[in-house]
């Protein structure tokens, strides 16, 4: 029968009992018991013993401990890795140079920031992938920013039973476990199972089931898995956080020559703001073939199309106070012209000798409906 321990700063702890809950996305997370009067913090490893002589360990941080008042009970609460996922990271505005941004390098920046660490090979393999650009709104938490970079690039992620960070194409491969299946009736999706052996792990075929969740439950020396196979009745992940179904205010720094007219932008809310604004935001004029010339000072407003990082455009800007010239299109009389060449133009007599009728022929727009001057 296997021996559940605990080692931590105060050595090795028996645990009496608790569960251990693994997802194929996200942390997994253990809620254990143990006896003593003094509570463990920091780093720790939860260690499955089993008679072969054989030992899965699952490296994580205490997040939380504490003694039962008037016992000799010690709850603990163990996270996967440092335990640092869900503090706020910084603003990140990444933006694609003589290449598109890798996926490998932007994975790398949200570890780092978050003070977690990455699995061998992780980085290199998702360079394969990349992003035109890459705006990560501070505040946004680790497992927020991983969840919106693997859905935009239809990826999955995980802390592994080691504590480092795996981000990457789920294969499902078979597990190479034995564990006698309990409950041969999956009616609920899922299968409980005796493991011994290497341990039973999400992203894993167990059971002839593509594994999306495995939570163990620890009762003295009993260990039973439970496997869960995804459901069409789950909930679909909400991963878009608010920040980015928002429309924000901004200020134009400046205007790119970069033939797209794209802007270098400094919003109002803190959340988008660093070092250097927002760089290189499309603007969406609002009309097919449309280009502005925009000049800094110029209020605009930015938003996320289908509240994606990487789909940041400014939508549209505040008209200026002072204009008093109308649109004018191909196509329009008008009665008085002030232009720029090159611009070709229909002069027409009309009734009154010496009086015309001025045409503009283009270059122009043919799409939108203007007001002659």
């Not at 645990?15 to 920091?42: N, Y």
């Not at 706020?88 to 920031?113: K, N």
């Not at 497992?143 to 990826?155: S, W």
């Not at 564990?179 to 999956?186: C, G, Q, R, V």
Request: with cysteine; hydrophobic share 40%; net charge negative.
């Amino acid at each position: 029968m296997p021996t559940l321990v605990l080692s931590c700063n105060l050595g090795e702890q028996p645990v009496m009992g608790g569960e251990l809950r693994l997802s194929a996305r996200g942390q997994w997370i253990a809620a254990m018991s143990l006896a003593g009067k003094v509570a463990p913090t920091g780093p720790a490893t939860l260690k499955v013993k089993r008679e072969r002589g054989t030992i899965d360990s699952f490296v994580g941080t205490i997040r939380f401990s504490a003694v039962a008042a008037g016992s000799e009970t010690i709850t603990v609460d163990l996270v996967g890795g440092r335990g640092l996922l869900t503090a706020p990271l910084p603003f990140r505005d990444t933006i694609a140079g003589a290449t598109p941004p890798p996926a490998g390098m932007l994975l790398r920046s949200i570890v780092d920031d978050a003070g977690e660490q990455l699995a061998a090979g992780v980085e290199t393999a998702l360079d394969a992938f990349s992003l035109a650009r890459w705006t990560r709104a501070g505040g946004l938490t680790g497992v927020e920013a991983l969840d919106l970079l693997c859905d935009a690039l239809g990826l999955s992620w995980r802390v592994q039973p080691d504590g480092l960070i795996w981000a990457g194409v789920e294969t499902w491969p078979q597990t190479t476990a034995r564990a006698t299946a309990l409950n041969p009736d999956p009616a609920d999706g899922s299968l409980t199972f005796g493991p011994d052996g290497a341990p039973l792990l999400p992203g894993t075929t167990i059971g002839g089931f593509r594994a999306v969740s495995v939570e163990y439950l620890m009762a003295g020396s009993a260990l039973r898995a439970t496997v869960r196979k995804a459901l069409p009745s789950d909930p679909a992940r909400v991963t878009s956080p608010l920040v980015y179904r928002e429309v924000h205010a901004a200020t134009v720094r400046k205007q790119n020559d970069d033939g797209d007219g794209t802007l270098d932008l400094v919003a109002d809310d803190l959340r988008l703001q660093g070092d250097n604004g927002l760089l290189a935001v499309p603007l969406r004029v609002g009309g097919p073939g449309l280009k502005a010339e925009v000049p800094a000072g110029t209020r605009v407003q930015v938003a996320f199309l289908d509240g994606r990082p990487d789909q940041i455009c400014a939508l549209s800007f505040e008209q200026d106070a002072a204009s008093n010239r109308r649109l004018a299109l191909v196509g329009d009389s008008v009665g008085a012209l002030l232009f720029t060449p090159p611009a070709t133009l229909e002069i027409v007599p009309v009734g009154t000798p010496g009086s015309v009728s001025l045409t503009i022929l283009g270059p122009g727009h043919r799409y939108l409906q203007g007001v002659p001057r």
